[in-house]
């Protein structure tokens, strides 16, 4: 029989378990210290629980880290990591470091209902929602996680299209009984599912980055089939109703397309859309994935388009790309090889 894991549980969670055990109250922000603050592996390593409560606990309950199966090392720097979750489900995340600053890439979900056009997690289709467990676990169990200095939920998934359990690990993230992260360190980015997004902008306040692509809602649909259900022009109307002008930060995420999205006319569309709008825009260099019929614009092309929405009060700027030698970069994580020929792991 499988025990439960500890990791991904909130401290109310942490204080029905040990109540339930019989064990003292207290033992549950014991619990939440080890695992988040010391970030155990074991539960033998609570060595301030007494060893009946540890015998106990480990009746039921494991900790619930596994490191990851494979990895991928970029010529420039980057990491990408594989995590099996389940018998036969694998998630990438990717390891950014640059400079002071080291970002993670964590998945939500095995795969994704949105298939965007352009990325190769929409190609592999949607598999499973992962569990708060899992989501942390690419976090707790990286080799790096000591020099982590931000997360962008922006690796395999919908993060919105998982909201529940997104939420608890964000909650996690930021709250004092677990990693005390400010949310300042944390961004979200999604298409724009529009009850998701309206939870998770009034139950979290980390950082909020949406993908936009085109201004153009019919070539957007095109590129990003959930246009059709979730509307750029009715998501940013949402947004207007909230305060992005203080700490927390609104973006938007544009993949310059070559002749498809460069054009000055898309520039003067994308200033009207997202007139009044507190926000920046994050251009992002296409990289080719196979059976898709898209080029990436140039650099002079995005200096280009960059400077014209700057210079009309627009903040752009333009990603530096990493990871692309590793199919690590923006839009090309897929598990699909891995799904197929998951006996190739022995875990």
């Known amino acids: 029989m499988s025990k439960s894991p500890l990791l991904g549980m909130t401290l109310v969670e942490l204080q029905a378990v040990v109540k339930n055990l019989g064990m003292p109250e207290f033992a549950a ?28 606990l480990k ?39 640059d400079d002071d600053r080291a970002t993670l890439c964590v998945s939500s979900q095995v795969g994704c209902k949105m298939n965007c056009k352009f990325c190769m997690t929409g190609k592999q289709g949607f598999t499973a929602q992962l569990t708060a467990n899992q989501i942390l676990n690419q976090i707790h169990s990286l080799p790096e996680r000591d020099k982590l200095t931000n997360i962008v939920m922006m690796g395999m998934g919908e993060p919105l299209d998982n909201l529940d359990e997104v939420l608890k690990v964000l909650h996690i993230m930021t709250a004092p009984y677990g990693y005390a992260w400010s949310p300042k360190r944390i961004t979200l980015s999604s ?26 809602p019919l070539q ?22 909230y305060d992005f002008s203080k700490q ?59 400077d014209y929405l700057t210079s009309h009060g627009l903040f752009t700027t333009i990603r530096a790309s990493r990871g692309e030698d590793i199919f ?20």
Request: hydrophobic share 40%.
């Open 220 to 241: 957007r649909a095109e590129l990003m089939p959930a246009e059709r259900a979730f509307s750029i022009t009715d998501i940013i109307g949402l947004l207007k109703n």
């Open 248 to 306: 927390r930060r609104l973006s938007f995420e544009y993949i310059v397309f070559k002749g498809v999205n460069d054009s000055l006319m898309h520039a003067k569309e994308l200033l009207k859309l997202l007139r009044g709008v507190d926000c920046r825009v994050n251009l992002i260099r296409f990289h080719a994935i196979p059976g898709v019929d898209l080029e990436g614009a140039d650099m002079e092309t995005m200096t280009r388009f960059r």
């Open 191 to 216: 298409v724009g599912l529009r009850k998701g997004l309206r939870r998770f902008i009034e139950e979290s306040d980390c950082h909020l980055a949406i993908s936009l692509h085109s201004p153009l």
């Open 59 to 97: 009746e039921t309950f494991e900790v619930g880290c596994c490191e990851p199966v494979d990895k991928m090392c970029s010529s420039d720097g980057t990491v990408k990591y594989l995590y099996q979750v389940g018998e036969s489900h694998f998630v990438e995340s990717v390891y950014i470091p």
């Open 328 to 347: 690590a970069a923006c839009g090309m994580l897929s598990t699909a090889k891995q799904e197929e020929n998951s006996n190739q792991y022995n875990i």
């Open 29 to 56: 922000k014991q619990i939440a210290s080890w695992i988040y603050g010391k970030k155990v592996t074991s539960i033998d390593a609570m060595t301030n629980l007494s060893l009946k409560h540890r015998e106990l």
